[in-house]
Structure formats: C-alpha cells, structure tokens
T-cell receptor
Framework: QQQVKQSPQSLIVQKGGIPIINCAYENTAFDYFPWYQQFPGKGPALLIAIRPDVSEKKEGRFTISFNKSAKQFSLHIMDSQPGDSATYFCAARGGRGSYIPTFGRGTSLIVHP | DAGITQSPRHKVTETGTPVTLRCHQTENHRYMYWYRQDPGHGLRLIHYSYGVKDTDKGEVSDGYSVSRSKTEDFLLTLESATSSQTSVYFC????????????FGDGTRLSIL
C-alpha cells in the first residue's frame, strides 16, 4: 500500500518555467513533510520541509503548498534553471514516536536551457 | 551537514556470495536506515535501527540482515546475494528530533552477476 502518491513520474520544462510536483497522503497522523532533491550519483538531500500548521513555505525559488483538508502538498520551483534538473522525492512522517518516513516514488525533472 | 559515509561505493560480485555494506555517521544520530533505490520504485526501506543493537525490518527485508554494535556504524549484509538485489543502496540517519530530516550517504552501487 503506497501511503504517499507522487506525480508526475517525470517532468520536462524550459528554463524559467514553473514545474509543479504533487503528493497526496492518506495517514492523518503525518505531521512532517520534507522534500528531497537528488542529483545523479548522490544521495537525496533535504530541500525544504513543512508542517501542517502552515499552508505555504518558501525558501528561495522553492515553495511548498500544503492543503491539510485535501491531504495534498506540492512543490513549486520558480524560475527553474538547468541546475535544478534532478529527482525530487516527497516524504511524510508522523505519529508520536514514528521515525519511519514514507517516500513518494520520485519525480525526474529536466530543465532545458 | 551530517557526515555519513558509505563503503564501498561500488561493488560487483557473483550470485551466492555474501556481501556487507557499511555505513558510518559522525553526528551521534540515534536512528539509522538502509534503503534500496530502483527505477520506478523510489526509496524502499530495508531495515532500520533505533539504537545500538536495536533494529527492525522494513518493507523489503527478505534476504537482508543488519547489525549495529556502535552508534556510528550500521552494517547491511546480504547473506547470499541474488541478482534481484542488484540496486543502489543508501544509508540515512537522523537524530529523531521533530523537524529534523534524514541525512543520506551517497550510496553504494551493487551489481550481482
């Protein structure tokens, strides 16, 4: 059972475009939602994270939008650059004492110059 | 950033041989994890540890065992490697504090012929 569904699986945009990656979850006990960025040959690294008590969080060109009632959250990349080409994973973790995050299956993003 | 190193970074071996992958972290993190990453499947949890000598199974634990004799080291063993275990393996760790993400190593690419 996949508890975090991520879409799309792949995404191609032109430089300056705004790619959007969506994730939906089922477990209402989740209370921490990180996004990870992974470059080829490297491990995933934290990009930005949000808690359900806020609806939006921005860090530079990266924004998370969170809809608690719909149990959905999304990553927006403003003014995308070729250097943003990577695989992006959403994740969810939560419930008291739970330290086992559930990951989406990833989105491969290509930003053309 | 958390210091996590994995060794070896690459390994080619034959079916039926035992294989041990090592993960070493320098952050004194309580929790450590082993994942495998395969196309279309994202990150799948193999085993995790919540303290020295305290480990538990993840979603794809069959054919794998782990050991944690020190806080900083988490070993993954394939007792008798099979071709289906060809994958990229990632180790991660976290303190377990709220708002603290996992920190990943750069992976081990394992090929079983």
């Amino acid at each position: 059972q996949q508890q975090v569904k991520q879409s799309p699986q792949s995404l191609i945009v032109q430089k300056g475009g705004i790619p959007i990656i969506n994730c939906a979850y089922e477990n209402t006990a989740f209370d921490y939602f990180p996004w990870y960025q992974q470059f080829p040959g490297k491990g995933p690294a934290l990009l930005i994270a949000i808690r359900p008590d806020v609806s939006e969080k921005k860090e530079g060109r990266f924004t998370i939008s969170f809809n608690k009632s719909a149990k959905q959250f999304s990553l927006h990349i403003m003014d995308s650059q070729p250097g943003d080409s990577a695989t992006y994973f959403c994740a969810a973790r939560g419930g008291r004492g739970s330290y086992i995050p559930t990951f989406g299956r990833g989105t491969s993003l290509i930003v053309h110059p | 950033d958390a210091g996590i190193t994995q060794s070896p970074r690459h390994k080619v071996t034959e079916t039926g041989t035992p294989v041990t992958l090592r993960c070493h972290q320098t952050e004194n993190h309580r929790y450590m994890y082993w994942y495998r990453q395969d196309p279309g499947h994202g990150l799948r949890l193999i085993h995790y540890s919540y303290g020295v000598k305290d480990t538990d199974k993840g979603e794809v634990s069959d054919g794998y065992s782990v050991s944690r004799s020190k806080t900083e080291d988490f070993l993954l063993t394939l007792e008798s490697a099979t071709s289906s275990q060809t994958s990229v393996y990632f180790c991660a760790s976290t303190s377990g504090d709220s708002n603290q993400p996992q920190h990943f190593g750069d992976g081990t690419r394992l090929s079983i012929l």
